[in-house]
């Protein structure tokens, strides 16, 4: 079976530009939302994937697999770990254009097992936006920067209104956030899309 992949972006794009806005690079995010599977600080078996801003349009995340994030025997699951690059290349849509964005889209592939105790590296790039359509892409390495290639993924962002979360989100939740604003560990976007 052939590993090239088909060409990418898709679709014709223009350049995605870091927001003016943006945090400069070595600017530490910290967790969007304290019960995000990826980040959140109160998720006890989240992945707490750390993310810091990088040059130009990239991110830099991490995160260790721990003994909760297994598939295989001392392996991690790998929808988990797609969970991971879902989280990182939000973190680099979000942040680096500084507008909400929900994924449409997200193909891994898996080039190394990932092992228990490993940490993942994982660096974000924005690759093009057409539209509401942003297309981003990331590689991780296995216990350093420079360590050896494990995974790949790329993903469509779709850009949304803040109408998305309130339209779809299971009201208890939406009303914890609007009692308790500060479960929404960040909430610096341009509004409109
Ligand atoms: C700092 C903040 C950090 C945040 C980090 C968070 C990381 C985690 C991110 C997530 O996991 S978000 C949760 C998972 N994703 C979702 O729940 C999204 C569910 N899907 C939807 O709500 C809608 O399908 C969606 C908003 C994506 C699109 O619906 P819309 O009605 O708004 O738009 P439409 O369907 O017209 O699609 C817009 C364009 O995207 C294209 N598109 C959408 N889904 C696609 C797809 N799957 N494949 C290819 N193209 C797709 C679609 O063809 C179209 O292209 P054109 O503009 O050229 O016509």
Same mark, same amino acid.
């Given at each position: 079976?052939?590993?090239?992949?088909?060409?990418?972006?898709? %679709?014709? =794009?223009?350049?995605?530009?870091?927001?003016?806005?943006?945090?400069?690079? *070595?600017?530490?995010? +910290?967790?969007?939302?304290?019960?995000?599977?990826?980040?959140?600080?109160? =998720?006890?078996?989240?992945?707490?994937?750390?993310?810091?801003? *990088?040059? *130009?349009?990239?991110?830099?995340?991490?995160?260790? =697999?721990?003994?909760?994030?297994?598939?295989?025997? *001392?392996?991690?699951?790998? +929808?988990?770990?797609?969970?991971?690059?879902?989280?990182?290349?939000? %973190?680099? %849509?979000?942040?680096?254009?500084r507008r909400p964005a929900v994924t449409g889209r997200l193909e891994t592939d898996f080039l190394a097992p990932v092992p228990v105790g490993s940490t993942l590296h994982i660096v974000g790039t924005l690759d093009g936006i057409a539209g509401r359509k942003v297309y981003a892409s990331a590689e991780g390495r296995l216990d350093a920067p420079d360590g050896p290639l494990a995974l790949r993924a790329r993903a469509l962002f779709v850009i949304v209104d803040f109408r998305h979360f309130v339209e779809h989100g299971r009201a208890e939740d939406l009303r914890a956030v609007a009692e308790n604003p500060s479960l929404l560990r960040q909430s610096r976007f341009d509004i409109n899309p």
């Open positions: 079976m052939s590993r090239v992949p088909p060409p990418w972006p898709p %679709v014709e =794009v223009e350049t995605a530009h870091r927001h003016p806005d943006a945090p400069p690079p *070595g600017t530490k995010f +910290g967790p969007h939302y304290a019960h995000c599977f990826g980040c959140g600080d109160e =998720v006890e078996h989240g992945l707490h994937l750390q993310t810091e801003a *990088g040059e *130009g349009t990239a991110i830099h995340a991490q995160f260790t =697999v721990t003994e909760a994030h297994q598939g295989a025997p *001392g392996l991690a699951h790998g +929808g988990l770990l797609a969970c991971a690059f879902d989280e990182a290349l939000g %973190v680099t %849509v979000g942040q680096q254009l």
